[in-house]
């Protein structure tokens, strides 16, 4: 069953049927839906404005998360080179210690896990 129309009802009564007022309400219901239509359109662009704008910043910090994340990997990466070297120019330099040093920490790992 098709919902009542009160402006189509009125006309088809005969209580006002091609009145002045009659044309004059539908002209004004008429309006308010083209205002309400593109009050309609407007909030949506600028809701898919903001939306494309808030996108935008969102890739931006991901982008930047991204970058220094992987500054922070290069220089973890730098740093454990460094100490590699340093370690082996250690060693080269006092080979009886670092024996002596890797028999102790052998040694230790032996107690440790017999335990």
Do not use: C, H, W
């Amino acid at each position: 069953m098709p919902a009542a129309n009160p402006t189509t009802d009125f006309a088809r009564n005969g209580t006002g049927e091609n009145s002045p007022a009659s044309k004059d309400l539908e002209a004004q219901i008429q309006q308010l839906r083209d205002d309400i239509a593109a009050l309609t359109r407007s909030v949506a662009a600028v809701g898919n404005e903001k939306a494309s704008e808030y996108k935008g910043k969102a890739r931006r910090v991901a982008s930047d998360a991204a970058d220094a994340s992987m500054q922070m990997v290069e220089a973890a990466r730098d740093q454990a080179l460094s100490m590699e070297r340093d370690l082996e120019r250690q060693i080269r330099s006092n080979p009886i210690q670092a024996v002596a040093i890797a028999a102790g920490v052998g040694f230790l790992f032996a107690l440790l896990t017999r335990r």
